[in-house]
């Protein structure tokens, strides 16, 4: 059995989303490794988006069932959560694909707005329990201190006090995902977390995640377009085509599946083998 599938973190089971007449997600099924990278691939419209506004709430699924397994043994049925408990209490974090950092506010004010949910609850939800209680000091400096780990792992130490909207893009994408970590998810879901990085942002991107593999109880799953990134940092490939999984596997049984050619490539199958002696594959 594969690595996947005996210790999910995150397991999808006959997930169908429709739009009126229009069925986005067909019958999907899939699980996500705990502590693997994994990569949801397709071409332009196959369904990835609405797949992440599934899992995070932001659609509510015409079917399916999508169980998230904390490493503590509990577990949460995310179609009957609203999405506020699936970011708080499944610890499912997302970033976007189009940046959505508070601009306006500086790098650590970013950082800290994401940790607001351990600060309301360390202050009884009460003025007198902001002002008053130890509890909610001891929680902020815990919160100033996470925020400081994270700034020193996205090596913008020097840009605390900046506005985030003033960071190159490539900074403002780490901090996206510096910000989402700082929620301490359990799934981070990254949404073409490379589009638009330059080959020097890229690799920084990637080093950050792989670091949260390595030293985080954090999964990570990312729609990306860029296939070395895919190539380079993934466990795990699914991969989607007109709302359906047509391939799920390591990256390297991926690449050559003729199914997965031929959906990127756009030709029917029994034509794919022409095409990868004229593509020299
Ligand atoms: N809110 C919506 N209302 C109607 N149709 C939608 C909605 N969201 C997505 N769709 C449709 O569902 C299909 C899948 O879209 P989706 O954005 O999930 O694809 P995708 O694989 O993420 O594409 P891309 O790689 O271009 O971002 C598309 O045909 C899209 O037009």
Redo the contacts with the bound molecule.
């Keep these: 059995m594969t690595r996947w599938k005996e210790n999910p973190v995150l397991t999808v089971e006959h997930l169908t989303?429709r739009?009126?007449g229009?069925v986005?997600?067909d019958d999907l099924s899939f699980d996500i490794g705990r502590g693997d990278i994994t990569a949801l691939i397709?071409?332009?419209?196959?369904?990835?988006?609405?797949?992440?506004?599934c899992v995070t709430g932001f659609?509510k699924p015409t079917e399916g069932r999508l169980t998230v397994r904390h490493s503590s043994g509990d577990s949460y049925l995310l179609e009957r959560m609203p999405d506020f408990e699936i970011s708080r209490d499944a610890r499912v974090a997302r970033t976007f694909?189009n940046i959505r950092l508070f601009g306006g506010m500086t790098v650590l004010e970013n950082l800290m707005v994401a940790q607001h949910n351990p600060l309301m609850s360390a202050s009884a939800m009460s003025f007198a329990g902001i002002f008053g209680l130890g509890r909610f000091r001891r929680a902020e400096r815990r919160a100033v201190e996470h925020a400081s780990y994270w700034l020193d792992k996205i090596d913008l130490v020097e840009r605390a006090d900046d506005p985030a909207a003033d960071l190159p893009y490539g900074d403002q994408r780490r901090l996206e995902i510096a910000r989402a970590m700082c929620t301490g998810p359990q799934v981070l879901c990254l949404?073409?977390p490379a589009a638009g990085l330059n080959p020097r942002e890229s690799a920084e991107l990637n080093a950050l995640l792989m670091y949260i593999r390595k030293e985080h109880d954090t999964s990570v799953v990312l729609?990306e377009?860029d296939m070395s990134v895919v190539m380079e940092i993934s466990d795990h490939v699914i991969v989607?085509d007109y709302?359906e999984k047509i391939a799920d596997g390591t990256p390297d049984a991926v690449k050559s599946d003729p199914k997965v050619i031929a959906a990127y490539l756009g030709v029917a199958d029994e034509e794919v083998e022409l095409v990868e002696e004229e593509v020299g594959l």
């Design positions: 989303m739009f009126g229009l986005a997600v397709g071409p332009n419209g196959a369904g990835k988006t609405t797949v992440f506004n659609y694909q949404d073409e729609i377009h989607l709302g």
